[in-house]
């Protein structure tokens, strides 16, 4: 390839970062590859102090949104990515929140305006990979619903990238760590996902060992640590969490150049 290699993660929110793809972006960075983060929201929807959620007494979004930009940077020092770009729409909040309705919630911006702004990223980092959520968004939420439609948009008007990926969860090990977790003692309610959650083993494409960067993808889930929910995997089992850090799964959605039917590599294909 005649340009630097670049990946470019494409998240909703601070800390979305950290578990699908907070592995690859270590490991890349190590390997010498120039890794990119767009985040979309500022998180305004996220706990306040104390777990304050949006709508209750107390809950200031702005100083939610300045403390998890911040809770942001450090996250990213600790994956060592190179680049750090916020977008800066409103936090949309979860499927029925008051916040869909906002008229400047991200959710609600038109495609084609979001989708123009990050083109100007990819026009100015030019990534070979590039790597958001499948079209539920993982698991419905409409800002990660709207960054998958983005970054598909992005990818198809400015051509660039040669490789799109959906991050995903194995259906497979996410019903292995409920076992594992039954058997620690977690009770079910703490980790209570519908029978469908995940993805098909069938339809994943790529698996990347990421083992080795299970303590730097730990480090930059405390650092979010104003989520109860994101840190809430930081109190599984040991065995359990080695699961959950130990690999990233994907499902490649499109490809300008040769690759296996089944990869360990996000760029496989694209190597000298």
């Known amino acids: 390839m005649d340009r630097e290699l670049t990946v470019m993660a494409v998240h909703a929110h601070p800390d979305d970062e950290v578990i699908a793809t907070g592995g690859i972006l270590a490991r890349y960075a190590d390997e010498g590859v120039r890794t990119v983060l767009v985040t979309c929201t500022n998180g305004e929807q996220g706990d306040g102090p104390g777990g304050v959620k949006p709508g209750e007494p107390g809950h200031d979004e702005a100083a939610v949104a300045e403390r ?26 979860m499927v029925g929140w008051q916040g869909n309705e906002h008229a400047q919630a991200f959710a609600n911006v ?18 070979q990979v590039v790597v958001t959520y499948d079209e539920n968004g993982g698991y419905g939420h409409p800002d990660h619903i709207q960054a998958h439609r983005i970054a598909v948009a992005a990818v198809e008007g400015t051509g660039i990238p040669d490789k799109l990926y959906y991050s995903a969860v194995s259906r497979e090990r996410i019903r292995r760590l409920a076992e594992l977790m039954r058997a620690g003692g977690v ?15 069938e339809l994943i494409t790529t698996v990347v060992d990421v083992a080795a960067y299970a303590d730097d993808k730990m480090k930059a889930l405390r650092a979010h640590a104003s989520q109860g929910d994101t840190i809430f995997l930081l109190r599984l089992p040991e065995e359990a969490q080695r699961q959950v850090f130990a690999e990233e799964a994907f499902v490649r959605r499109m490809s300008r150049v040769a690759a296996p039917d089944r990869e360990d590599d996000l760029f496989a294909g694209l190597r000298a």
């Open 68 to 93: 998890r930009l911040a809770e942001l940077r450090e996250s990213a020092a600790h994956l060592r990515i190179a680049h750090l770009e916020t977008l800066g729409y409103r936090d949309s909040g």
């Open 110 to 127: 038109p495609v084609e305006t979001a989708a123009a702004r990050l083109g100007e990223l990819m026009e100015r980092y030019r990534p």
């Open 187 to 201: 009770a079910n309610e703490e980790f209570d996902l519908p029978d469908d959650f995940g993805t098909p083993d």
